[in-house]
């Protein structure tokens, strides 16, 4: 059996052993995750829902019931619920992406298994998410506003207009159309703001200073419209005129300038990149050593002390040093989405290689083999987070079916 057959193999023990009756606990390891964490489950739920186990799918539609169960008056989805005691827990705050991957798993569901009653219980809870999130677009610019550490990214210092949480959004939009439609409901309004986050994104997220002046201009006149302050970034700072990766966030007059593998991986697969774009994002990314020993780091190049975007969190629990956790750090999860950006942007090739890697990172272990461990160190490789991590099997699984159908599943072209 080689690598990648076994990887699958383990990849669907795994998930068992993190299935409860009220959904997919992150984690199967007894001292690591045991509740229903919503992006987790959202992220889980595609790897879950393509690997044809009536039990798995099953358990897709527990967590989501668990965690519509648990919404805030105000349509906010909880970071998490205890799988053993029922209680929502409040050792996290909220953040941003749990509202994001809710509404994304339920579409998943919904195109998957077609169960018109339970997309039809679901949509009120749906529409309390989907406004939920509109609220969190401070100044109505269109884009959501993200505080520091406040979606996947915990103990990082990515903030304001978020790359990873906005092309989410754009996700959770065409999700909203495409339930809706199904529903027989208005999905225009739905589509049109999808596209148009998606076109801010491209806006301002995106630098490519085009040789022609009168273009240039009239990008500075688009930015101003939407009454920030963002388009000084282009006219008072020299060194931001081009970057073959969309920026990881921008904020009053500042931005970032590492590589968010996440964002940048969503954006391939959701059609926010075009073909250039996309080309340019995987390109970078393996000439950098981004992918490299396993992929992918989240964030490219790592943030030093001293550095401006440095924090002294970084220190909690020994995590955020250079190179490891978010900062530099390999996240296998993750390498599933770069496999299926490779898939999408038709590099089969780069994305059998890839496939193979990530099944190796899975492999490793702190204390035997075939961990599926949350995280590895960037430079040696090695395994350090929490092992029989959920989402690190289900992703293997939906890259590997990416690669076999020729497209990734639930998300289709979608142009803008």
């Not at 994104?201 to 419209?225: C, S, T, V, Y």
Request: charged content about 20%.
């Amino acid at each position: 059996m080689s690598t990648v057959d076994e990887s699958r193999a383990r990849a669907l023990e795994v998930l068992r052993r993190c299935m409860a009756p009220s959904g997919f606990k992150a984690s199967a390891f007894e001292g690591g995750y045991p509740q229903v964490w919503a992006r987790d489950a959202g992220i889980t739920a595609l790897g879950a829902l393509v690997s044809g186990d009536p039990e798995l799918i099953d358990c897709t539609r527990a967590s989501l019931e668990t965690l519509g169960a648990h919404q805030t008056d105000l349509g906010m989805i909880h970071l998490n619920v205890d799988t053993r005691t029922g209680d929502v827990t409040t050792e996290n705050a909220g953040a941003v992406d749990a509202n994001l991957w809710f509404l994304v798993a339920h579409d998943a569901y919904r195109q998957h298994v077609g169960d018109e009653g339970f997309t039809r219980a679901s949509w009120p809870r749906l529409q309390a998410a989907e406004t939920w999130l509109r609220y969190q677009d401070m100044n109505a610019c269109g884009l959501l506003e993200v505080p520091e550490a406040g979606d996947w990214a915990d103990l990082y210092s990515v903030r304001y207009n978020v790359l990873y949480d906005n092309v989410l959004y754009v996700a959770a939009l065409r999700a909203m159309a495409g339930t809706a439609a199904a529903l027989g409901e208005d999905a225009s309004a739905y589509d049109a703001r999808g596209r148009d986050v998606a076109r801010k994104i491209n806006l301002l997220m995106w630098l490519d200073r085009p040789w022609d002046g009168h273009a240039f201009g009239a990008q500075l006149e688009e930015l101003k419209a939407l009454r920030l302050e963002w388009f000084l970034l282009y006219q008072n700072t020299a060194t931001l005129t081009e970057a073959p990766f969309y920026l990881p966030w921008t904020g009053f007059r500042e931005f970032g300038t590492t590589f968010d593998a996440f964002g940048n991986s969503l954006a391939i697969l959701l059609g926010v990149a075009d073909e250039a774009k996309r080309e340019r994002i995987l390109t970078h990314a393996h000439a950098v050593g981004a992918d490299d020993p396993f992929p992918i780091k989240a964030f490219y190049p790592p943030i030093y002390p001293g550095d401006r975007d440095w924090r002294e969190y970084f220190r909690s629990r020994n995590l955020n040093l250079p190179f490891q956790y978010h900062n530099g750090g390999i996240w296998p999860f993750l390498g599933g989405f770069y496999v299926a950006a490779l898939v999408a942007a038709g590099h089969h090739d780069r994305a059998v290689r890839s496939l193979a890697l990530v099944a190796d990172a899975n492999r490793a272990g702190k204390h035997g083999p075939w961990e599926f461990n949350e995280w590895l160190h960037g430079q040696s490789g090695r395994p350090m987070g929490h092992p029989q991590q959920a989402w690190s099997a289900a992703m293997f699984v939906y890259a590997q079916d990416a690669l076999e159908r020729g497209a990734p599943a639930f998300f289709g072209d979608w142009r803008v």
